[in-house]
T-cell receptor, first 113, second 116 residues
């Protein structure tokens, strides 16, 4: 797998708070993605990055921002959390030629009260 | 626009039964990838298979098999002789383009419950 770490793994926060979810990978993959999972909706793409200087919005980027601090790190921020951002968040570095697989991190379960 | 439909919200079977999970996709591209992922109760996403649009050969991996039919835009997943450990949510996903895996569009998932 891509040795993906997500922190925190679980977080409860209050409405209006700023929170950052972090993702790091050790395989040197250029491309990284943030997805959100809501029950019954599958996963939806929030943001993706093809390299440190290339950040792109996904389907549901409103209310989120990202930072690609280094090739290995891609952080997702909720500037002012709201309850409907309660979800499971996955980071996914993208594998290269030999695999073409998209590995997912272990996920961060975020609850906004 | 891309779209993936998993019409079966939930399936319950008894251990050792065969079960097929349906996946229908929509895309305008002629080159694309199709994926299946498993999400066990622990929550992680486990990659199962990737298939490119030029390869319609069916694939078998142990008790798992996949049937890709471009004519019906379907990529169905069959588990033979199901086991309790197969209980999970299964996602079908699509990405357009042949460069890496690209961005994924997921179906809503099918919950599979295998009872002993």
């Amino acid at each position: 797998d891509a040795d993906v770490t997500q922190t925190p793994r679980n977080r409860i926060t209050k409405t209006g708070k700023r929170i950052m979810l972090e993702c790091s990978q050790t395989k040197g993959h250029d491309r990284m993605y943030w997805y959100r999972q809501d029950p019954g909706l599958g996963l939806q793409l929030i943001y993706y990055s093809f390299d440190v200087k290339d950040i792109n919005k996904g389907e549901i980027s409103d209310g989120y921002s990202v930072s690609r601090q280094a090739q290995a790190k891609f952080s997702l921020s909720l500037e002012s959390a709201i309850p409907n951002q309660t979800a499971l968040y996955f980071c996914a570095p993208e594998g290269r030629v030999s695999s073409y697989e998209q590995y997912f991190g272990p996920g961060t379960r975020l609850t906004v009260t | 626009a891309q779209k993936v439909t998993q019409a079966q919200t939930e399936i319950s079977v008894v251990e050792k039964e065969d079960v097929t999970l349906d996946c229908v996709y929509e895309t305008r591209d002629t080159t694309y990838y199709l994926f299946w992922y498993k999400q066990p109760p622990s929550g992680e996403l486990v990659f199962l298979i990737r298939r490119n649009s030029f390869d319609e050969q069916n694939e078998i991996s142990g008790r798992y098999s996949w049937n890709f039919q471009k004519s019906t835009s379907s990529f169905n997943f069959t588990i033979t002789a199901s086991q309790v450990v197969d209980s999970a949510v299964y996602f079908c996903a699509l990405s357009e383009g042949m460069e890496y895996g690209n961005k994924l569009v997921f179906g809503a998932g099918t919950i599979l419950r295998v009872k002993s």
